[in-house]
């Protein structure tokens, strides 16, 4: 059985409850998902999955939180051909670049050979329940990729 990731980096529970959406969604297609904080793990760990949802909110001018750079600089040098990706995360508009985070991630994501198999998702601050319910699809539509 397909294993799934979701993995995240959170400041204010934000992109937490985003990453508990998604896992829920794909949970809902009875797929193994482990949802934890990126300082709880090591890129290495991304190997031992299928699917792989990786967010964080966006700092300052559209870059990376410092307590995510450790574990985004130590992902340099995986091979992530084979799975199936996405990422997703918390933004201000109020910013010169919305949710640049994400954009981050995803390219990085891409440029270690893993698949984007769905759209990121961004949502500013708090996601409202219809951003939490597209988080879920999320879930599920990584999930649907690797069940077919």
């Not at 993995?7 to 969604?25: C, D, F, K, P, W």
């Not at 297609?29 to 482990?34: K, R």
């Amino acid at each position: 059985m397909p294993k799934v990731i979701v993995l995240y980096t959170s400041l204010t529970g934000n992109t937490e409850e985003m990453a508990e959406a998604i896992a829920q969604g794909a949970k809902e297609t009875g797929l193994d998902v482990v949802c934890k904080e990126a300082y709880d793990a090591k890129p290495e760990e991304l190997m031992e999955y299928d699917g792989i949802l990786i967010g964080a909110y966006t700092w300052g001018d559209g870059e990376l939180p410092d307590e995510f750079l450790d574990f985004y600089e130590e992902m340099d040098g995986l091979d992530l051909t084979g799975k199936q990706a996405a990422a997703f995360g918390s933004g201000d508009t109020s910013y010169p670049v919305y949710c640049g985070a994400v954009d981050i991630i995803e390219n990085k994501l891409r440029e270690l050979g893993a698949a984007i198999v769905c759209d990121s998702l961004k949502f500013e601050y708090n996601a409202s329940d219809e951003e939490k319910e597209q988080g879920k699809r999320m879930g599920r539509a990584v999930a649907g990729v690797l069940c077919s």
